[in-house]
C-alpha cells in the first residue's frame, strides 16, 4: 500500500540506486518544513547482507494459509517490547496507518505509525535490518484530537511534495485531517493547528494522494469517509484537486456520483463498470462537516457503507489513475443487510480518465454476501501492487454467519481470483497464550483486527517484505496505559507489528 517512494497506509517503493538522492529530498524538505538547517549529510551504509530475525518478545499474532507456505513471518514490534536506546517507551495500542522512509540522519529508517484509539502518532527508529531501536510521539491525544485511522507518507519523489504524513481523523463527521512532518520535534506533539481545512471535514479513514505521474502539475488526494449512520452521513469518495504541487490550502474539494445520479450502492452489480464524475463542494473551508454531508445528498454522490481505506495501482501512470478502495458494509442486527448497502463489505476499482481527474468509470470487483461467511467480511485496509489488491479484513462487527477469524485476502488485478493468505492465530487451545493474550476468555471469531499493510520490498532491497500492523484487542495490560504520555487515554490494549517476507507482489 505507495519509482522511488511511497509510504501509505501501505507501501514503500523506492530503488536502490536512488537512496543518495532521496536522503538530500528529505533533508531539504525537512528544512522546509520545520525551518530549521541541518548540515548533515545523508550518506547511509546500506547493507549489502540483509538480515531479518525476530525482534519482539511477542509471538506473531498471525498465521498463513494453505498455497502461502512461502510467505514467512518475523516479529518486529509490540507493546511488550523495551526498546534499547529508548527504554521508556511503549508502543501503542491499535498501530493503524504507517510509512518508512530512510533515516535522514544515518543508518536505518524511519518508522511512523498511527495508534487509532490513543490518537496519537509513533516514530520508530529501524536499524538497517530493520530491528527497533528507540521510539517517541511526534503526536499525542491532544494534538490528535479524533482516532487517527489508515494514512499516507507523501513524498517528494513520489507524489511531488512532502515529506509529510496525511493521518485522518475519524471519530465523527466533524473530524479533519492532519499534514505532520515525520521528522518533526517531539515537543510539538501537542499542537494542534496542523489540520487542513481545505480537504473538508468528516470521518475519514484515509487521505491518499495519488502519484505525481497520474496527473503533471497537480496534487490529487482521495479521501475515504468512514460513515455509515444516516442521522450523520453515509461513506463518501471524496478528491482534491490543487493545480499546484504540494498545494494542500488552495484547491478544490469534489464528491464522487454516478452520472445517471443514482446514489444506491447496492444497484451497482459486481463485475460491471458505471460511469462516474465529480461534482464539487460548496463553501469547503467554512462549512462544519454536517453541512458538507448534507451536499453529498443534495447534489447525489454515491451512498457507501464505509468507505475505509484507498490505494492505487503501481508502475506505469495509466496504473496510478486506478484506485482501488473498500466499503466495509454494515448491518444493523449482524444478520440481515441494511437496504441500498453492502453488507458483508466490497472492494471497487475506480478508473480515472486520463485527460481529466474529474470523470472516470466505477467497477465492483468483489462483494462478500456472494458467499457470505466464508468470502471477504468487513474488508477495511487496503494494499495494492503492480498485481495483486491485499485487502485485510476488519471483522469485529461480529456478524452472526461469519466463518472465520480475520484474514488477509490476495486478489488478482488480470483475473480477479479472490484467495485468503493470512489469518489472525488465536491459539484458543493454548491456555497459557490465552491467560496473557485473551484474559477475558472471548471465544468470538475476527475479535482482532488488521491495521495498514505496507510494501516495503524495494526499500529493503527484498522483493516481496511487507509489515502489518495488528489490533490484538482482547490482549490488556495496565503497563500499557497512557503509552503517548498525554494522560488522556484510559485504553490499556496492546498492538503489534509483524513483517512478511516472500508476498507476492
Known sequence: MRVLVLMHNKNVVMKKNSYSKLGLALAMASVFVTGCKDDKPFNP?????????????????????????????KTMISSDDQLENSPNFVYGAQPDGAGIIPDPSGNGFLMITNHEILQSVSRVKL???????????????????????????ATPQ????????????ESGIESMIHAIDPMGSVGDRSRT??????????????????????????TIIFIGEDESNPANSMGQVNMYVSNATGDLQNGKLYMLRRKDLNVTETDMEVGKSYDIEFVEYSNVKSSTGAQLATQTIDKKAIQFARVEDLDYGKGSPAANRTLYFTSTGVSPDKVNPAPGLTMWGRVYKLEMNANDPLKGKITPLIDGNEDPGNSIVNPDNICVTENYVYIQEDGDSFYQDNKHDGRIWQLNIKNNQLKPMLEMNHRRDDATFNAKYNPSGSTRLSSWEYGAMLDISDLTGKPGTFIVNIHPHTWRDEKFRNADGSGLSSNIEGGQTVILTNVPR
Do not use: Q
Open 158 to 169: 513520489e507524489h511531488g511534495f512532502g515529506p509529510t504524513f496525511l493521518t485522518a481523523g
Open 193 to 218: 493547528d496542523r489540520t487542513l481545512p481545505a480537504l473538508g471535514k468528516c470521518s475519514a479513514e484515509n487521505a491518499v494522494p495519488l502519484p505525481k505521474a497520474a496527473y503533471n502539475n497537480k
Open 127 to 153: 536499524d538497517k535490518n530493520l530491528k527497533p531501536v528507540s521510539g517517541e510521539y511526534i503526536v499525542d491525544a491532544a494534538g490528535g484530537m479524533w482516532r487517527l485511522c489508515s494514512a499516507t507518507l
Open 45 to 73: 551504509e546500506w547493507p549489502e547482507e540483509w538480515t531479518l530475525e525476530n525482534y519482539s518478545v511477542t509471538p506473531s499474532l498471525v498465521k498463513t494459509l494453505p498455497g502461502f507456505g512461502n510467505v514467512k513471518i
